[in-house]
């Protein structure tokens, strides 16, 4: 079956760079997803990879896949306070309808 | 530009009373979604809704029940609430699938205590 894990808690300092990694375990994902929560929010969509690719760049956010080892990690350059908020890794699986999986989210907090 | 339109924010209720979730979304979508959130677990699937008029069971759809009343408006129904249904409770919609990424827009979440 298909399951996501992260680590569940990070900590950095603003200004350093913020590294959340994910794993997944289905090699059929066709796309891989990072998600924010900022508190009392939903989620919104912050950027996604398509697997074929190994890294997308968007700004001060790296995302780079490894598919060999079901490897992905969401690179904050410059981690401002306004970045800490949970962030979630999920994949959605081509014909496979509506399964989309998430992962439990990890919770980024920037120290001043 | 309301996206997805949950309410109540916040609901607290007595073990055993019902009530009914609501959430409509203004982007034409033809998917909808009702997922729970609980510390460190994610986000599990409750129930889904792939077109108007459909509904089918999510991961833990157990003392919940859904309508897709049209296209915009997807419901969820407890009918008797329980202690173990506290969480956070997010409707989403979707656009995409198959080939194409899969875009989620989440409501802001109804957070619900049943004591």
């Known amino acids: 079956g298909e399951d996501v894990e992260q680590s569940l808690f990070l900590s950095v300092r603003e200004g350093d760079s913020s590294v959340i990694n994910c794993t997944y375990t289905?090699?059929?994902?066709?796309?891989l997803y990072w998600y924010k929560q900022e508190p009392g929010a939903g989620l919104q969509l912050l950027t996604y990879?398509?697997?074929?690719?190994d890294m997308k760049q968007d700004q001060r956010l790296t995302v780079l896949l490894n598919k060999k080892d079901k490897h992905l990690s969401l690179r904050i350059a410059d981690t401002q306070t306004g970045d800490s908020a949970i962030y979630f890794c999920?994949?959605?699986?081509?014909?496979?309808?509506?399964?989309?999986?998430f992962g439990p989210g990890t919770r980024l907090s920037v120290l001043p | 530009n309301a996206g997805v339109t949950q309410t109540p924010k916040f609901q607290v209720l007595k073990t055993g009373q019902s009530m009914t979730l609501q959430c409509a979304q203004d982007?034409?979508?033809?998917?909808m979604y009702w997922y729970r959130q609980d510390p460190g677990m994610g986000l599990r699937l409750i129930y889904y809704?792939?077109?108007?008029?459909?509904?089918d069971k999510g991961e833990v759809p157990n003392g919940y029940n859904v309508s897709r009343l049209n296209k915009r408006e997807f419901s969820l129904r407890l009918e008797s609430a329980a202690p173990s249904q506290t969480s956070v409770y997010f409707c989403?919609?979707?656009?995409?699938?198959?080939?194409?990424?899969?875009?989620?827009?989440f409501g802001s979440g109804t957070r619900l205590t049943v004591v």
């Open positions: 999920a994949e959605s699986i081509a014909g496979y309808g509506q399964n989309f999986v």
């Open positions: 989403a919609s979707s656009e995409g699938g198959g080939d194409r990424p899969m875009r989620y827009t």
């Open positions: 990879i398509f697997s074929n690719m």
């Open positions: 289905d090699s059929s994902s066709t796309y």
């Open positions: 809704s792939a077109s108007e008029g459909t509904t």
């Open positions: 982007m034409n979508h033809n998917s």
